[in-house]
């Protein structure tokens, strides 16, 4: 399955965060969204073949990176206070009907 | 572009009764799939169903079933014989392609509490 380290995170603002993820055997492309308490996950971008191919309306203090496993990770720069959520990461084959499988998240706290 | 919007915030359903979770969506697209995810207080996100919009036939898996109605843009889950395991956040999703990328619009989601 998709796995996702570390589980929590808690960080102060201003700071820089690497949030990583394993995709699940023989998938190709790695996506990643933000969960805010009490929302639906918002798509922030997703990475095929080790570059990004799409972005949601994120600023670009969020990038990214896939490595040749397809495993990937997502980092914030100058972290803010609104950063806090539950991070995402999903992997697939590539195509639009293509099934998302979920990893568990991990909780970011921003103080 | 495209939404989702899931009306009902919360809802419950006596064990082994059955409930029904409404979804609406708005698309120019001809052929398209849906998904429903479920939440459990764990965070991970689980697929509960897929429908290909081309297909008349609605999805099932096991107690899970869609009324998918195109024409309306309405993608009901139901769930039949309820048990306290589904008690769970339900996400209605979109996929759609983007700039390249094949990324899914959710709803708001749908609290679903199973009372014993």
């Known amino acids: 399955g998709v796995t996702q380290s570390p589980t929590h995170l808690i960080k102060t603002r201003g700071q820089q965060v690497t949030l990583r993820c394993s995709s699940q055997s023989g998938h190709n492309t790695v996506s990643w969204y933000q969960q805010a308490l009490g929302q639906g996950p918002q798509f922030i971008f997703q990475?095929?073949?080790?570059?990004?191919?799409g972005r949601g309306n994120f600023p670009p203090r969020f990038s990214g990176l896939q490595f040749p496993n397809y495993s990937s990770e997502l980092n914030v720069n100058a972290l803010e206070l609104d950063d806090s959520a539950l991070y995402l990461c999903?992997?697939?084959?590539?195509?639009?009907?293509?099934?998302?499988?979920f990893g568990p998240g991990t909780r970011l706290l921003v103080l | 572009a495209q939404t989702v919007t899931q009306s009902q915030p919360e809802m419950s359903v006596q064990e082994a009764e059955t409930v029904t979770l409404s979804c609406t969506y708005d698309?120019?697209?001809?052929?398209?799939?849906l998904f429903w995810y479920k939440q459990p207080p764990s965070r991970q996100m689980i697929l509960v169903i897929r429908q290909e919009a081309y297909k008349q036939q609605n999805a099932t898996e096991n107690r899970f079933s869609v009324n998918f109605q195109k024409a309306a843009k309405s993608f009901s889950l139901k769930i039949s014989d309820s048990q306290l395991g589904d008690a769970a956040m339900y996400f209605c999703?979109?996929?759609?392609?983007?700039?390249?990328?094949?990324?899914?619009?959710f709803g708001k989601g749908t609290k679903l509490s199973v009372i014993p």
């Open positions: 999903a992997s697939s084959s590539r195509g639009l009907g293509e099934t998302q499988y």
């Open positions: 999703a979109y996929p759609y392609s983007g700039a390249g990328s094949y990324q899914l619009t």
């Open positions: 990475y095929y073949r080790e570059e990004e191919n």
């Open positions: 698309t120019s697209e001809s052929d398209y799939y």
